[in-house]
């Protein structure tokens, strides 16, 4: 009896971890269009999303977490970052310095940085804002965070819907924690998108190219989607 007690108490204890991996708190900083995308498959893969907002009793908002379920709820930014496990940071490219300030102590956290920094010039093609990459600066804001750069290669279209391409859509992903990349990984594979790690948060600029590359195809009428596949 006691050896089948011990059984099924370790069958309980690994079963309750396994739950408590597949179900993070996400805190997605930003209520727009990768919010509204991404939110609602978060919640339909067990994950309890909080919306951060400046407003967060506001109409669209109060509509967004209806709409997402699973016991999503909207709070200020620093409050839904302070009770998150993983907190994406989904706003203007040019605003998130301010914006990551603003949310108190990451440290621990898995930050995920879905931004493109980006200039448009005379001629309407996007260039480099500048010689680093937003989610090295969040790094450098907050190095206690496990900062990953991942899901800005493509519009919220193409995240609500990839199989609308004709085939998978690649998602590259780069931090300096394997432990948060592979959540990364597995978050992004779990809503119908192909998520490859390529690697430490240095390539994180050239992600971000990738996405100017990609719209600067849309600008000149070529587009296209990312599909990396493996060597054989």
């Not at 967004?64 to 009770?83: I, Q, Y």
């Not at 260039?127 to 990953?148: K, L």
Request: net charge negative.
């Amino acid at each position: 009896m006691k050896i089948f007690a011990r059984l099924v108490l370790g069958t309980l204890l690994t079963l309750t971890a396994a739950g408590a991996a597949l179900g993070e708190t996400i805190a997605i900083i930003g209520t727009g269009q990768v919010a509204n995308a991404l939110g609602p498959m978060f919640a339909e893969q067990g994950h309890t999303i909080v919306y951060g907002s400046r407003d967060p009793s506001r109409a669209d908002v109060r509509d967004l977490v209806a709409k997402t379920g699973g016991g999503a709820s909207a709070a200020t930014p620093a409050e839904a970052a302070a009770g998150a496990e993983v907190v994406m940071v989904a706003v203007p490219w040019d605003a998130l310095p301010d914006v990551v300030r603003s949310l108190g102590d990451l440290s621990g956290k898995i930050v995920i940085d879905p931004t493109n920094p980006r200039i448009v010039g005379d001629d309407g093609l996007r260039d480099w804002a500048h010689d680093t990459s937003n989610a090295q600066i969040i790094q450098e804001m907050a190095p206690g965070a496990r900062v990953v750069k991942a899901l800005n290669t493509m519009n919220w279209r193409t995240m609500v819907d990839p199989h609308a391409t004709g085939g998978p859509v690649s998602v590259p992903v780069v931090g300096d924690d394997p432990e948060a990349n592979a959540f990364v990984v597995e978050l992004v594979d779990a809503i119908g998108l192909e998520a490859i790690d390529l690697g430490p948060l240095r390539y994180a600029r050239m992600v971000e190219g990738m996405y100017i590359l990609w719209g600067n195809g849309n600008t000149l009428g070529r587009s296209f989607n990312y599909y990396l596949r493996p060597a054989q």
